[in-house]
């Protein structure tokens, strides 16, 4: 469903069972992040009507999402600590060229969140089937669903306000670009690297 071109290696669970804690933190800023993406395309592309009543609904899942993984932290007995760089993301936001039309800008956009959530929603699958701690692992699961309703109407918006053949073009060619991402990132101790 997914398509990404290269799945996560299961390893990477081990790096998270030995961090927990440090995973949660930036597992808390994404969601964070994820909120103020969907407040920028109200922001940038309050006409499309559809569009910005999904963004608000997102907001709010987003940041309650936040919470809970906040939640977990402090009963870990932890706090949020700092927020850190995500160089996945950051590589994803410079694939596409600036300028073009408005409407491109929206499309290409709406690609990276589509790519950003899928990503999101490979990992927290992972975490669902191999995390050891069994109450995490139901949190990852029932996650992971949400996640892939995101990636899915973030490619339906892009499908709906791009041509199709051209918007299955680029959406190719960011799947490619991200899979050279992953195998730079795959090792850290981060959602996405």
Same mark, same amino acid.
């Given at each position: 469903m997914l398509h990404l071109k290269l799945p996560t290696d299961p390893r990477w669970v081990n790096i998270v069972e030995k961090n927990v804690d440090e995973i949660l933190? /930036? *597992?808390a800023y994404c969601e964070q992040k994820a909120a103020s993406t969907a407040i920028s395309f109200i922001i940038g592309f309050p006409d499309h009507t559809e569009l910005v009543s999904e963004m608000s609904d997102? !907001?709010?899942?987003?940041?309650? *999402?936040? %919470?809970? !993984? *906040? /939640?977990?932290? %402090?009963?870990? &007995? &932890?706090h949020l600590g700092r927020e850190r760089k995500d160089p996945y993301v950051h590589k994803l936001r410079f694939f596409f060229p600036k300028g073009g039309s408005r409407t491109e800008s929206l499309v290409n956009r709406l690609l990276v969140a589509a790519l950003i959530e899928g990503r999101s929603c490979e990992r927290f699958r992972l975490l669902s089937e191999e995390l050891e701690d069994k109450k995490l692992a139901k949190f990852y699961r029932k996650l992971?669903?949400?996640?892939a309703g995101h990636y899915t109407m973030f490619l339906n918006f892009a499908r709906k306000y791009g041509d199709r053949e051209i918007v299955d073009k680029k959406w190719q060619e960011l799947?490619?670009?991200?899979?050279? !991402?992953m195998k730079e990132l795959s090792t850290g101790e981060t959602i996405h690297g």
């Open positions: 933190t /930036d *597992h997102l !907001v709010m899942e987003e940041m309650s *999402h936040f %919470k809970m !993984v *906040h /939640d977990i932290i %402090k009963e870990r &007995g &932890g992971m669903i949400s996640e799947l490619a670009f991200e899979a050279e !991402v």
